[in-house]
């Protein structure tokens, strides 16, 4: 990806903002920037607030406390407010949501060419960018298809070359790779890095960690609405966990939880019948466990998804 300038104005700019539903505090005192070229990733549980967030970043839900400021104008004009100038920010956003909201009636070329008059585009100018959006969803061989004989993954693929038909500096994608398979969304994530090369910027919300660590120039981690850590990966990482984790499993493991080997690691976590132990010398504790030879063990370096669970916990969260 193209590295933002270190005195390049940010895109959007976020600033305390806050949302509440009766008494429920939705987003509470959030803010955050996106600088040119940077991919900026939004984790959390389910309800801890990233898609009100991205909801209020589009104009669809009104914050109670709270700014959003758009910088997108290509001659680096005033920002612009949302949701008071809505229109002319959409106007330059990308913009893919968790379902896909393409016209089962048209084809995929069709779909990019309506799509392209909500933006006030001329018919040949957007006729001129399709065969290159299809070429850059790899679906040049699917152009005179309906979104119905699509695959989950080019139905995913068509609905970002479509977001990209206004040629957008910045793209909100709300999950995007929800429901593809590990192929789908490789594929996705190569698209999505070759933006990142030409110097899109990204906010994106994921539930997949490795998808995080891997698109993500820099994270925030919500809770309960709120922001409770901001980073690259590799030093969020590197700030809040141990360097390496061995996860135990197998008849027995709980007892190894309590056996003296508990001391070989700074924590311990058991998450049904698998026991975690997070440690920065892995040695002692696989050479104790040779005395275990009927449980079963997996010795690797700490990642996001460790991050994820120490931050906001094991416990499953209900759909909001």
Not at 138 to 148: C, F, N, Y
Request: net charge neutral.
């Amino acid at each position: 990806m193209i590295p933002a300038g270190p005195a390049a104005a940010p895109l959007l700019e976020v600033a305390q903002l806050r949302k509440q539903y009766g008494a429920t505090t939705v987003v509470d005192d959030l803010s955050f920037t996106i600088s040119p070229g940077e991919c900026l990733g939004v984790i959390g549980p389910n309800g801890a607030g990233k898609t009100t967030t991205i909801r209020m970043c589009l104009g669809l839900s009104a914050p109670d406390a709270g700014t959003i400021r758009y910088a997108l104008a290509p001659d680096g004009g005033a920002a612009e407010s949302m949701p008071q100038d809505a229109m002319a920010i959409k106007a330059r956003l990308g913009v893919v949501g968790q379902m896909d909201s393409l016209d089962p009636d048209f084809t995929c070329a069709e779909n990019l060419l309506v799509y392209g008059r909500y933006f006030g585009m001329r018919d040949a100018r957007i006729r001129e960018r399709i065969p290159q959006l299809l070429e850059f969803a790899s679906l040049t061989h699917k152009a005179t298809a309906r979104p119905g004989e699509l695959s989950g993954g080019m139905r995913r693929r068509l609905s970002l070359a479509r977001a990209l038909v206004n040629d957008p500096r910045l793209l909100l994608l709300d999950e995007p790779t929800t429901g593809l398979d590990p192929q789908a969304r490789h594929l996705m994530w190569e698209r999505l890095q070759l933006l990142m090369q030409q110097g899109k910027s990204i906010l994106l919300t994921t539930h997949f960690m490795d998808e995080a660590e891997r698109l993500c120039s820099r994270l925030l981690v919500l809770d309960h609405g709120r922001k409770i850590a901001e980073g690259a990966p590799r030093a969020l990482i590197a700030e809040h966990l141990e360097s390496e984790v061995v996860e135990v499993y197998g008849v027995g493991a709980l007892a190894v939880a309590d056996s003296e080997l508990r001391h070989c690691a700074a924590r311990v976590e058991r998450s049904g019948e698998t026991v975690f132990f997070y440690t920065h010398a892995a040695r002692p504790l696989l050479d104790g466990l040779a005395a275990w030879p009927q449980l079963r063990t997996l010795h690797r370096p700490a990642n996001l998804e460790d991050l994820f669970l120490k931050l906001t916990g094991r416990q499953i969260r209900e759909d909001a």
